[in-house]
């Protein structure tokens, strides 16, 4: 039978690591003490081959080089645990950036980062587009206006006003209205060449999927948070981008220009660059609403 990993027997020892790593319980020890697979659950994680300590595993489909050794680029003393909590409470939302564009290399890292967040049942649902054309930013700064232009004609139209009410939307209107003042502001700003939208960002990453798949926007959201993470090592600074997601809604001239399939949704969107300032001290929170058990 035809099994996503195979079992090299000749270096299997029997140790049973893979058998208790695997979430899908694929594997069984077989009367001569050998690990063998045992079921068509597998959902292609890759831990079993990742905690082999004889490389006796491998996938059907994936080379051995797309299971390289962690150690040969990772030390425990680059990452230290302290660093990385104080790395994380230091990241801001960027929102002045400095006209230096982001090198290609650095952004097929940060694609390539995004492969390796975690997806409800390894779905790997998450898709990308990178902007970094000026003349596409450009273009998705007049959609969103025109997609902000209509909600604010919609909100000033009695009869719609009415009818979304009548309609059970009247949260919806209300909100909006709670946004007029902000969404005025973005209208104004383009006038003076002010970019209150993607803030002078020179890379804008959009995250989508499948409308209907697998649990898409915690996908998408936990992806971009692993790029904007690695992107802050490389010095760049980012910003999630609610107004793009909520605009593809309403304008569909901006999924066009991304050329977004139409059976996905913008999930989530994230400008990135070279920060302009630098952020000196950490900032206050609220108190964190925990309970201890
Ligand atoms: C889902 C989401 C959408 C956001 N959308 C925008 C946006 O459209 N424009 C913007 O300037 N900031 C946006 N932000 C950034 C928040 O305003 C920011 O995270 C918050 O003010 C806290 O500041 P900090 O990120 O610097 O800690 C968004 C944040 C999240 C999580
Ligand atoms: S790849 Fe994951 S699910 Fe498949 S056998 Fe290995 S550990 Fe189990
Ligand atoms: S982890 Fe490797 S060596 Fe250990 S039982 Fe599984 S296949 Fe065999």
């Not at 383009?190 to 798949?213: C, N, R, W």
């Not at 066009?256 to 949704?265: A, D, G, H, V, W």
Request: aromatic share 8%; hydrophobic share 35%; net charge positive.
């Amino acid at each position: 039978m035809d099994y996503l990993i195979e079992v090299n027997n000749e270096l299997c020892i029997g140790c049973e690591a893979c058998i208790d790593v695997c979430p899908r319980d694929c594997f069984v020890l077989n009367s001569e003490g050998k690990s063998v697979m045992g079921s068509h659950l597998c959902h292609s994680c890759g831990h079993c081959i990742s905690v082999c300590p004889e490389k006796a595993l491998s996938h059907r489909d994936f080379g051995e080089d797309e299971y390289p050794l962690i150690s040969n680029v990772l030390n425990s003393k680059t990452v230290d645990g302290e660093q990385l909590y104080y790395l994380l409470k230091s990241i801001r939302s960027t929102r002045k950036y400095k006209s230096k564009p982001i090198s290609k290399e650095i952004l097929k890292q940060l694609v390539d980062v995004s492969r390796f967040s975690p997806t409800g049942h390894h779905i790997q649902n998450v898709e990308m587009v990178v902007v970094d054309n000026p003349e596409m930013i450009q273009q998705l700064k007049d959609e969103v206006t025109e997609a902000i232009k209509g909600v604010l004609k919609k909100l000033d139209n009695p009869f719609y006003r009415f009818l979304g009410i009548l309609i059970g939307k009247g949260e919806t209107i209300r909100k909006a209205q709670g946004s007029r003042a902000r969404l005025e502001r973005m209208l104004a700003g383009f006038e003076v060449g002010t970019d209150y939208l993607f803030h002078g960002a020179p890379v804008i990453a959009v995250f989508h999927a499948k409308t209907k798949s697998l649990i898409p926007l915690d996908n998408c959201t936990i992806a971009s948070t692993y790029v904007r993470i690695v992107g802050e090592g490389h010095g760049l600074g980012s910003c999630y981008i609610g107004y793009l997601v909520y605009s593809s809604k309403y304008n569909p001239r901006i999924r066009e220009i991304l050329n977004i399939p139409k059976e996905n949704t913008v999930f989530r969107v994230l400008i990135l660059g070279y920060p302009k300032h630098k952020f000196r001290t950490f900032v206050a929170r609220n108190p964190a609403k925990v309970q201890w058990k």
